[in-house]
């Protein structure tokens, strides 16, 4: 599976941005997918997962009430809706998916990554 996440850019405390990760190379609909991100010099954390249909959402207490993740499996494509970006939001966002029913938050867990894009949020 090729994963590519794109949709970072610079914006200001406060602001909205929407990533967006397109999927090809099998059934989209059988891969759990997630977003993580790193932040410099820290590690790469989930912040929010979605399962098979979409029907079970998980998101981090860093992130929860101001992201939304979603996914469409006609489209073979998974998005992460931000609001009310602060500078704590700043980094590189993984769009990440996982050949396993339920994974839990390890990196481990996942078989497929994307390149990353870049949020920055300014104050």
């Known amino acids: 599976v090729q994963l590519q996440a794109s949709g970072g850019g610079l914006v200001q405390t406060g602001g909205s941005l929407r990533l967006s990760c397109a999927a090809s190379?099998?059934?989209?609909?059988?891969?759990?997918m997630a977003w993580f991100r790193q932040a410099p010099g820290k590690e790469r954390d989930l912040i929010s997962a979605?399962?098979?249909?979409?029907?079970?959402?998980y998101y981090a207490d860093s992130v929860k009430g101001r992201f939304t993740i979603s996914r469409d499996n006609s489209k073979n494509m998974v998005y992460l809706q931000m609001s009310n970006l602060k500078p704590d939001d700043t980094a590189v966002y993984y769009c990440?998916?996982?050949?396993?029913?339920?994974?839990?938050?390890?990196?481990?867990?996942?078989?497929?990554w994307g390149q990353g894009t870049l949020v920055t949020v300014s104050s």
């Open positions: 979605i399962g098979w249909s979409g029907s079970f959402k």
């Open positions: 190379g099998r059934t989209f609909s059988t891969i759990f």
């Open positions: 990440a998916g996982s050949s396993r029913y339920r994974p839990d938050g390890s990196r481990n867990e996942y078989d497929y």
